[in-house]
């Protein structure tokens, strides 16, 4: 099984600043791309951004040059830099990450999701 815990939303101001996190844990063998998602009140789930293995990342149009996505494989690490928010990048932040693991003796590839992070930009 595999895990993913987010960390670092919270309430900014318009203008401000937050970087989340999210951290892979379980019988991992390989973590192949790594992204965060959002969801909106009354709106679908939409890609932010994301990013492989080897570090090429992609990007939302609504996010470019504000938001930047990285990762640490050592530490199946994932992280969203995001700058200049806005009240409409309120939303709930959803980490996801194609991962291979070990389980009932055999490897499988599987996409996981995290359980969210509240983002709230106001003033």
């Known amino acids: 099984q595999v895990q993913l815990v987010e960390s670092g939303g919270g309430l900014v101001q318009p203008g401000g600043s937050l970087t989340l996190s999210c951290a892979a844990s379980g019988t991992i063998f390989n973590v192949y791309s790594m992204g965060w998602f959002r969801q909106a009140p009354g709106k679908q789930r939409e890609l932010v951004a994301s990013?492989?293995?080897?570090?090429?990342?992609n990007y939302a149009d609504f996010v470019k040059g504000r938001f930047t996505i990285s990762r640490n494989n050592a530490k199946n690490t994932v992280f969203l830099h995001m700058n200049n928010l806005k009240p409409e990048d309120t939303a709930d932040y959803y980490c996801n990450a194609d991962v291979s693991a070990a389980g009932a003796g055999f490897i499988s590839r599987t996409e996981y999701w995290g359980e969210g992070t509240l983002v709230t930009v106001s003033s």
């Open positions: 990013i492989n293995a080897g570090g090429d990342a």
